[in-house]
């Protein structure tokens, strides 16, 4: 995953931001629950921004009182990353933080989220507490994904179920 | 609800703000499985946003091969905000527009999701295709709701269950 | 909603049996995140089961470590049931219960989940710690909603959304 | 994987079984979106059943106007699971089936929903539209999972939150 002194093509400039970034996150997250405050960043291709806005977006958890409604850190900062204008090639890599000296890794949902607009290659940097990381890239998180390209259209699902009918009538 | 020239508190300037941004924010659904484009947009007390920042915060909604796992333009512009530093009372008025000649109502997950972060008189703007709208308040689209205020503290539940495992013993 | 002795259409009879099951249901609630205990129970048509299975469906709270993707009674039961080969009509009235004094109403996602197998006039029983109930119907706890007939086919959204385009160009 | 002619601990016998009646469950499936029809089937651990009750519970995708608010199939069956008594330890191996001549693994969101009640080698079998399959553990379809014993304890957090402000001031 190393090679010329970039991890997975991040260099140590853009992996600090992208660990300071979702640190900082963390701030903001809305954890009266669960008091597990999470930290999402996006590192964007410098090809997907114009020169002024930041290279970086953020994100943290936003709770609910009925627990399933909440949403966490990387869905918040994907869903603004989208509305921003930003889509499938235009994302680098990914970090994300907790207050634990553990490593801990996004949740399957946003795995599933994440991967309608990552591609497989893309790194997902999970910091601790401290800063320190472990790193895997989409498709070692999930792999053998459900990803946008196995929903086959409707035209072709319809045709095997009205296929089966006849094959039982 | 129209008192002194003002729609549940919101002005003509705000409310043409509120109903034009939410029509811009559809363009970036990203809505492949349903084709179903939502906008929605948050107007922001003035006091909750400083004179440079926008006093309006934008969504749309975002889909997932699996459908489950996708989010409604509702909730990506609130955790937009919430991620922004706004919070409960920081919210004057809501706008959601959909393609349709009729007018959509938020999906009553979204509503929950508002909820928690928008007083019950806080109004929200349903606008059709053409900027069209009917209005109801939070509360009138989420009466009785399960709110912040609903879930009790662990240690209180705690001490319900064990009550009720002393009487059965 | 009360005539002839029926609430809703419900006899004191089929209530007690609701209220009895959804309070029962509690036991088997997953809930290790929240310590909080929902039970939920549908009470079917009898039309729409064979005399031997019984005219109740229970379902309880099933939480997750990452919040957002627990589910709630409400849908455990009603998944249950469409799963046994219910539909909508098949659902004569709801039952939710909670370890709280006061009366818990489902979330707006349930509500959502619900609207989708509910005619508009079937109540919700809502009871709570000790069996006492405050009622409402589907309609009155979701008004407006976004029902299946809302969402327009693709083919509908399809032409709008071209005709959009064609304007712009 | 295979050992004494079984499959990760299953049998030929429970695996026919397991595969039928995944495929069988896909009848009920509710999906007027999608139209994607998905079956999911749930082996017990002959222990964790009296003799009577069948050792497989069966669940089919319940979709929502709402896309966000249906559910898949593998959640549904393991919310029934759970309130008919089954937990951790209950599960011996787990079927997903689907309409398509290409294998579908569970989504993310379910993968998460799962391995709050799987042990890690535990096998998930996904089968095509003619039975044929692939199978991987629990483990290797969500690996560094966030699990239930990931999630800290309140009061860890809140020491943790408190040092950070402290450390700050
Ligand atoms: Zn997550
Ligand atoms: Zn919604
Ligand atoms: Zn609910
Ligand atoms: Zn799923």
Do not use: W
């Not at 140590?12 to 009266?32: D, G, M």
């Not at 290659?121 to 196995?150: A, D, Q």
């Amino acid at each position: 995953a190393e090679q010329n002194g970039l991890i997975h093509g991040v260099s140590a400039a853009e992996l600090q931001v992208l660990c300071e970034k979702c640190i900082e996150a963390k701030v903001v997250a809305y954890c009266p629950y669960s008091l597990f405050r999470v930290g999402a960043s996006l590192l964007l291709h410098t090809s997907s921004t114009s020169s002024s806005s930041p290279p970086i977006i953020t994100g943290a958890n936003v709770e609910n009182a009925s627990y399933p409604v909440g949403t966490c850190a990387e869905r918040v900062a994907m869903g603004t990353a989208i509305v921003s204008g930003h889509k499938l090639g235009s994302f680098k890599a990914i970090g994300v933080s907790t207050d634990m000296d553990d490593f801990c890794s996004p949740c399957g949902m946003c795995r599933q989220f994440l991967r309608e607009f990552l591609e497989l290659h893309v790194p997902i940097f999970m910091f601790n507490r401290e800063g320190k990381f472990i790193v895997r890239t989409m498709e070692e998180l999930l792999p053998l994904s459900f990803g946008p390209n196995k929903l086959p259209p409707r035209e072709e699902l319809k045709k095997v179920q009205e296929e089966e009918k006849a094959k039982i009538a």
